[in-house]
């Protein structure tokens, strides 16, 4: 088979470096990579760099090679064109349709599936003008990637940052997976919730009532949404793995913690999809000092107190009309059984039921799983990776949003 196509346009931001590290990615997972980068790229990472990694010449300019027309050629064949950084002047120039250089030109040719990673300092990114144009690129289908918050240059921290560039590779290979189905961005303007992970009940300070939930599901179904073109909120339960490019990431603890957040992001939001393993109990009792082992004597019976049923709250009282709320039951046994009478109980829209056990599910990189419709429908999910279960979900979520 062929290898994909993939553009790489790197513009003139201090990120550019960090693009290097994507590319790498890109060509080692068995892409065919072309780096188009402008000449202000070329300031901060030289051409031999890009040539040298990709294995193609990385020419800027529409005067070279004219007899193979690249200035057409390029963006035509592509399978995804990703650009990471895009400079505030990059994002202005494509809302535009300006073709003054390779890449330029290269976003007015190509049919496929476009990425944009933007990074520049705070106050560029919220200006009105780079505003509007990241609303037109979304407008017209293209994925721009929300910045990361963190450090800029020089002694500068705020929103604005390239995300991590492996979450970038995440979001491209998620939107190669979808083929053409990509080129619609069907989450584009919908803010969807994902609450991801375990949480931690604490019984002192120094130990806790918690579960064995990665968060690995939950942080697969946002990469999933931000590769759909949504806004997305990711209210992550002691999980550590890397914040996804895009995704808002607020952090929680225990489930009230968890509860306070999902329901204040879920204020204005799309869809809820509750995928973290939130403690149905919790300690009675919190003891401010460290539980002591006492000789002789055994120690107490733990008392356990109820935590409240988040998805039973935000299914009946959904902060706004048409709100889709998705629940996730983990079984262990009698699993489809048990997945209808916890969908009925909880009043959710849609039910992800799987099976789990020590080495099934928690931690794995795949899942199998059956979606239960509160319409009566029955969506059998494969085994495979979880980040093949998160695009059902999400299919399943955009039809009911029509
Ligand atoms: C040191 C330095 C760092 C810069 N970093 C950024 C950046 O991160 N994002 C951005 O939008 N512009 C940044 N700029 C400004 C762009 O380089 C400038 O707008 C340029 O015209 C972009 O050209 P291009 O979009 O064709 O690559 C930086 C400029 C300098 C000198």
């Given amino acids: 088979m062929d290898k994909p196509e993939v553009v790489l346009g790197v513009s003139g931001g201090i990120a550019a470096y960090k693009a290097c590290e994507l590319l790498r990615r890109l060509t080692e997972s068995g892409h065919d990579v072309r780096v188009v980068p402008t000449a202000s790229a070329l300031h901060f990472v030289g051409e031999a760099t890009w040539s040298a990694l990709s294995g193609h010449p990385a020419t800027t300019e529409v005067w070279e090679s004219v007899h193979e027309v690249p200035h057409v050629r390029i963006g035509q064949s592509a399978d995804l064109v990703v650009i990471a950084p895009a400079t505030a002047d990059l994002l202005a120039k494509a809302a535009h349709g300006l073709a003054d250089d390779l890449l330029t030109n290269t976003l007015l040719t190509a049919r496929c599936p476009v990425v944009f990673a933007p990074a520049m300092h705070t106050e560029m990114w919220e200006h009105p003008a780079t505003q509007e144009n990241v609303a037109t690129l979304r407008r017209r289908g293209a994925i721009v990637i929300e910045p990361a918050v963190g450090r800029l240059t020089g002694v500068d921290t705020g929103k604005g940052r390239l995300p991590d560039p492996g979450e970038i590779f995440e979001v491209c290979r998620r939107v190669l997976a979808r083929g053409t189905e990509a080129l619609t961005a069907d989450l584009a303007g919908r803010h969807v919730v994902v609450s991801a992970g375990g949480t931690r009940e604490p019984l002192d300070p120094v130990r806790f009532l918690g579960n064995r939930s990665t968060g690995r599901q939950g942080y697969a179904l946002a990469r999933a949404a931000v590769a759909r073109g949504a806004r997305v909120t990711l209210v992550s339960a002691n999980s550590e793995l890397p914040d996804p490019a895009g995704a808002d990431v607020v952090r929680a603890g225990t489930a009230a913690q968890l509860r306070e957040a999902v329901l204040k992001a879920a204020a204005d939001a799309d869809a809820v999809v509750m ?38 709250e935000i299914s009946a009282e959904r902060a706004r009309p048409g709100q889709i709320v998705v629940g996730f039951a983990a079984e262990t046994d009698d699993v489809l059984a048990n997945g ?54 999400w299919d399943l979520v955009a039809r009911r949003l029509g």
């Fill in 340 to 393: 209808r009478a916890k969908l009925a109980r909880k009043g959710c829209d849609l039910l992800v039921v799987n099976e789990v056990g020590e080495h099934k599910t928690f931690g794995a990189e795949t899942n199998e799983a059956v979606v239960l419709g509160a319409d009566g429908t029955e969506t059998p999910v494969p085994y495979g990776p979880k980040g093949a279960l998160a695009d059902t979900v």
């Fill in 275 to 312: 995928a973290a393993a939130v403690a149905d109990f919790r300690p009675a009792r919190y003891a401010e000092g460290k539980i002591k082992k006492r000789e002789g004597q055994e120690p107490e019976p733990l008392a356990l107190v109820r935590n409240p049923d988040i998805l039973a």
